[in-house]
């Protein structure tokens, strides 16, 4: 699984003006694009608890925002971290001889007992957080860089990172570590699951020398080339090792391109609303490429509405392993959409903290609330959707819709501006459906269910 923090306009195979991602759009020529592609939830925590249980967040007790933090955010403020009783991924793959790792950003706590090692991955290379810094090591430490449970150094001081030019070797590390580990297990005959979690275009950006200065784009293209350069090296190190038929290699991002950075250090969510942090398209439509070669048709378009959990159930569904029984398991088997272009009836939820915002049934999307941020936040200029004022919909406060969601058509309207008239015929009629879809979830919300406890903000 190849995660990065970019939007779904960010690639020329989505439309990118530049073009400059051509390694990513080959893999899409020769694999298949998603392009209903989600995130679940729009910020990065949550969305990788998601991904690594295949469990909506507000189910693993892993979210956030609407002013319930469950995650671990910002390590030196946030204690907890993802709870014992969740099973994750890689726990579950070795149970058919796989060796895990993970490199880049781990996200999920950082306190020993939430150490990616005690959660199945037999290697890590990278951060518990962000890149955020450089902070004053009296009061505040920089953030540290791991290998397996060594800390081997800190952001801004061993692995340093330049806020003035923007230059860091970081993703140059990130590739030598995985075409090396794949070459490992390639050696002895090991089969692996690889979880290259990078974060350059995270702000504040960064790339190496090399890159710096390369994008029509700015620094934020500078970073974008790099990690398509890299993602092309990764490829076609799988082909040179002759293993490429039968690895399979997913490309995502965690959420929407933040566009509280841009123009400078934002990405392009494409035609649709706002950014990160919010659940609007632009904060939890992803780009996604699935790409396997001999086995995914070349050149193949899918239109199935599909989430970061279906990775937790497609890859067990790989690894011959069936999703634990014992637990509400939100993530989908892709593999008949991918490999026999079938399309699966599934609805898609967008949360905010433990709040259900909206939902997309087919082509509509119903808000049961609106909110883009506060007007306190607003009048201090952070702003996650930039030049895109809709009445109604980017609203700065929490506007409950509960009674007449409003409702969307993303076919003729990806960009959500013309929500349909409550009194029409087609309103009445998609609302009716989608009210039963939502009854239904709202079913499989157990009692005792989220964990509220397990990350709790630390005294200072």
């Known amino acids: 699984v190849l995660l990065t923090q970019m939007g779904w306009g960010d690639l020329g195979a989505f439309g990118e003006p ?7 759009d080959q893999m899409a020529s020769e694999g298949m694009l998603f392009l209903d592609f989600y995130t679940a939830n729009p910020l990065c925590s949550p969305s990788r608890a998601a991904l690594l249980t295949g469990r909506l967040p507000v189910r693993n007790g892993f979210y956030t925002t609407n002013a319930h933090a469950r995650n671990a955010y910002t390590p030196q403020d946030i204690v907890g971290g993802i709870p014992d009783s969740e099973l994750l991924l890689p726990e579950l793959l070795k149970k058919a001889g796989y060796t895990n790792k993970i490199i880049g950003k781990w996200h999920l706590g950082h306190r020993p007992q939430f150490h990616p090692l005690k959660h199945g991955f037999d290697e890590w290379f990278g951060s518990p957080n962000c890149h955020f810094g450089p902070f004053d090591n009296r009061a505040l430490p920089n953030i540290p860089l791991y290998r397996d449970w060594e800390m081997i150094g800190r952001y801004y001081e061993d692995f340093k990172i330049d806020l003035k030019t923007g230059e860091a070797n970081l993703t140059q590390i990130y590739l030598q570590e995985a075409l090396d580990f794949i070459s490992k297990q390639q ?27 390369t994008s029509q784009r700015g620094l934020y293209g500078d970073a974008v080339r790099e990690i398509d350069d ?18 399979f290699v997913f490309f995502t991002s965690d ?14 969510n494409g035609p649709f609303l706002c950014g990160k942090q919010t659940t609007f398209e632009g904060g939890m439509r992803e780009p996604a490429i699935a790409w396997w070669p001999g086995h995914i048709p070349a050149g193949g378009v899918s239109h ?10 497609t890859s067990l569904s790989l690894a011959g392993l069936q999703p634990p029984s014992d637990r509400q398991i939100d993530g989908i088997d892709l593999l008949p959409a991918i490999l026999q272009g079938k399309l699966i009836d599934r609805p898609i939820f967008y949360y905010r903290g433990n709040e259900m915002m909206a939902v997309r049934v087919g082509l509509y999307k119903a808000h049961y609330w609106t909110w883009s941020n506060s007007w306190e936040e607003y009048s201090k200029g952070i702003d996650f959707c930039p030049g895109q004022n809709i009445s109604r919909v980017t609203t700065h406060t929490q506007e409950e819709h509960t009674t007449l969601p409003l409702l969307f058509h993303l076919g003729r309207d ?21 009210s039963v879809v939502v009854q239904q979830h709202k079913a499989t919300m157990v009692p005792g269910e989220p964990q509220l406890n397990v990350c709790d903000k630390a005294v200072m």
């Not at 530049?18 to 990513?24: A, Q, W």
């Open 230 to 247: 890299s993602i092309g090296k990764i490829l076609k190190h799988l082909q040179k090792l002759g293993i490429s038929e039968n690895t």
């Open 255 to 268: 959420n929407g391109a933040a566009l509280i950075s841009a123009p400078k250090q934002g990405g392009s």
């Open 18 to 24: 530049s073009k400059e991602t051509p390694h990513l």
């Open 187 to 213: 050696a002895s005959q090991q089969p692996f699951f690889l979880y290259w979690a990078i974060d350059a275009t995270h702000a504040p950006v960064y790339a190496s020398k090399q890159f710096l200065g």
């Open 304 to 313: 199935q509405l599909g989430n970061v959990m279906d990775l937790f159930t």
């Open 414 to 434: 990806p960009g959500e501006k013309y929500p349909l008239s409550f009194t029409s015929e087609e309103y009445q009629r998609v609302m009716e459906r989608i």
